[in-house]
T-cell receptor, first 113, second 110 residues
Framework: DGGITQSPKYLFRKEGQNVTLSCEQN?????MYWYRQDPGQGLRLIYY???????QKGDIAEGYSVSREKKESFPLTVTSAQKNPTAFYLC????????????FGDGTRLSIL | GQSLEQPSEVTAVEGAIVQINCTYQ??????LSWYQQHDGGAPTFLSY????GLEETGRFSSFLSRSDSYGYLLLQELQMKDSASYFC???????????FGSGTKLNVKP
């Protein structure tokens, strides 16, 4: 079955450390997204990519970085510059055109040690 | 800026009907979507409205009025498993960028 795989499910970060969250999709989707969700809150867009080797900042990109070297993969790095990284991170993808919905991975929960 | 407003919490009893409203203010509009998210889980797509009117999918219906920048999700014959958070989302001027509301937590009681 096609879908989006995020790993790890839980991640702990030490002060000053960069961590990378993995997102892989086998849906052959062009567009991929990273969202941050804080408790009781909606989804806020960190970065998105419409095509390989291209990505754009979302509304809260500071302290994060991404790459899109392959269509299937869109990893997110939470850098030490992100001072409040504790949150639920969701990766999504969609066809990138028309009225197609977003498909989400199961998320990664990041906490500070 | 972009903003979507939803009630933060709604409570209803099993078997009842509940309506979750969403008003939006965005630069450009390419459709209103609804997603369901159970605690700790991933959001899943429920419905989409690109044009005014009602869309029905089983027990769930969604309505859009573009002139009022307003939509709602209607859940009928509520079941305990419908207890979840529901998010409205708008596709804005940038065709590939989505904006989400802060979510409505639905509590279904026996």
């Amino acid at each position: 079955d096609g879908g989006i795989t995020q790993s790890p499910k839980y991640l702990f970060r030490k002060e000053g450390q960069n961590v990378t969250l993995s997102c892989e999709q086998n849906l052959n989707h062009d567009a991929m997204y990273w969202y941050r969700q804080d408790p009781g809150q909606g989804l806020r867009l960190i970065y998105y990519s419409q095509i390989v080797n291209d990505f754009q900042k979302g509304d809260i990109a500071e302290g994060y970085s991404v790459s899109r070297e392959k269509k299937e993969s869109f990893p997110l790095t939470v850098t030490s510059a992100q001072k409040n990284p504790t949150a639920f991170y969701l990766c999504a993808s969609n066809v990138g055109e028309g009225n197609q919905p977003q498909h989400f991975g199961d998320g990664t929960r990041l906490s500070i040690l | 800026g972009q903003s979507l407003e939803q009630p933060s919490e709604v409570t209803a009893v099993e078997g009842a009907i509940v309506q979750i409203n969403c008003t939006y203010q965005t630069s450009g509009f390419y459709g209103l979507s609804w997603y369901q998210q159970h605690d700790g889980g991933a959001p899943t797509f429920l419905s989409y409205n690109g044009l005014d009117g009602l869309e029905e999918t089983g027990r769930f219906s969604s309505f859009l009025s573009r002139s009022d920048s307003y939509g709602y999700l209607l859940l009928q014959e509520l079941q305990m498993k419908d207890s979840a958070s529901y998010f409205c989302a708008v596709r804005g001027n940038n065709f590939n960028k989505f904006y989400f509301g802060s979510g409505t937590k639905l509590n279904v009681k026996p």
